[in-house]
């Protein structure tokens, strides 16, 4: 299991009335490697769980970790609905936070899960300082991901499929008896270690002490995903992304090897990575290939 860092130097960026909780493991301006700024999953989710890639700190390269808004350490609001919680937002707070840290003439970026689409929205747009893109556990579809969730879905055991399906019909989602059921799905296709490490227990118990932003954006599970951007897709604009990019995921992941080829086949001379005994979390499951492959891949494109 990976060794995590003492906590690095932490800060706020203001962002229109709010506030964006950053980390910064290693020295942005010793003039090194590229700092690599990592988007988290959810969206709800918060930095905890990726706290492994502070490792690469170790290594020389600078890590930045932030909580999304409405999660973690930064700003939340809970009475803002579906209108305010949109991908246009996240894409706004990641350059507002480039700004403030002064590296956005010269970065690499790693989303993972939710965090690969919000990495991919800001890849599209071409900005001039991102040197390299590491797409994490992620997919080109929402549908094509969820559709996938599901596949995956019908191999659990019988009585769990059915308290899932009983609980989704009823509107009862927020029973202890759902979350017990999609947790089995958790321990197969999200994370195999066990126990979980502490990070990922905390990171699934802030969203369910602040729902808000998953239960808006993606919905009660990693399946049953009834929120706003259930449709989103970045199919038909993936040709848009011109900086090198690494896709990385695990064999047993929710995020299959099928949506992995869709990005390896959209994005050009994008490259490929799977960890054969990873689900969704391959840096808390296989840590040190893990940051082996991530950092081989950003020194080439410092």
């Known amino acids: 299991m990976a060794t995590?860092?003492?906590?690095g130097t932490e800060g706020y960026a203001a962002f229109e009335e709010h506030q964006t909780w950053y980390r910064v493991d290693g020295d942005l301006e010793a003039g090194g490697?590229?700092?690599?700024v990592v988007l988290?999953?959810?969206?709800?989710?918060?930095?905890?769980?990726?706290?492994?890639?502070?490792?690469?700190?170790?290594r020389g390269r600078p890590v930045v970790l932030y909580d999304q808004l409405g999660n973690g350490n930064s700003t939340h609001l809970p009475d803002r609905g579906a209108d305010f919680w949109t991908v246009e937002l996240f894409v706004a707070e990641?350059?507002?936070l480039l700004r403030h840290l002064g590296i956005g003439q010269r970065y690499h970026l790693?989303?993972?899960?939710?965090?690969?689409?919000?990495?991919?929205e800001h890849a599209i747009r071409q900005p001039a300082g991102l040197r390299s893109l590491v797409l994490s556990n992620t997919a080109a579809s929402f549908p094509a991901f969820v559709a996938e969730a599901n596949r995956l879905r019908a191999g659990l055991p019988p009585d769990v499929e059915a308290t899932l399906r009983r609980h989704e019909a009823a509107g009862t989602t927020d029973d202890p008896e759902y979350g017990a059921a999609c947790e089995v799905f958790y321990r197969r296709h999200v994370c195999r270690c066990d126990p979980?490490?502490?990070?990922v227990t905390r990171t699934f118990a802030a969203i369910e002490a602040d729902?808000?932003?998953y239960h808006t954006m993606n919905g009660p599970s990693e399946f049953h995903v009834i929120g706003s951007i259930k449709d989103w897709s970045s199919q038909g604009r993936l040709g848009r992304i011109t900086v090198p990019t690494l896709v990385v995921s695990g064999r047993h992941d929710e995020a299959?090897?099928?949506?992995q080829e869709a990005l390896v086949k959209g994005i050009a001379g994008a490259e490929q990575e799977i960890l054969e005994e990873s689900s969704h979390m391959p840096f808390w499951e296989e840590p040190q290939r893990y940051l082996d492959a991530v950092e081989r891949f950003l020194a080439r494109h410092d």
Request: a negative charge; zero cysteines.
């Open 4 to 7: 995590l860092r003492q906590a």
């Open 33 to 36: 490697p590229a700092p690599l």
């Open 40 to 58: 988290h999953g959810g969206p709800g989710a918060v930095h905890d769980y990726l706290l492994p890639l502070t490792g690469l700190a170790e």
């Open 94 to 96: 990641l350059d507002n």
């Open 110 to 120: 790693l989303g993972q899960s939710w965090g690969g689409f919000l990495a991919q």
């Open 196 to 199: 979980w490490p502490e990070e």
């Open 211 to 213: 729902p808000t932003v």
């Open 256 to 259: 299959t090897p099928v949506l």
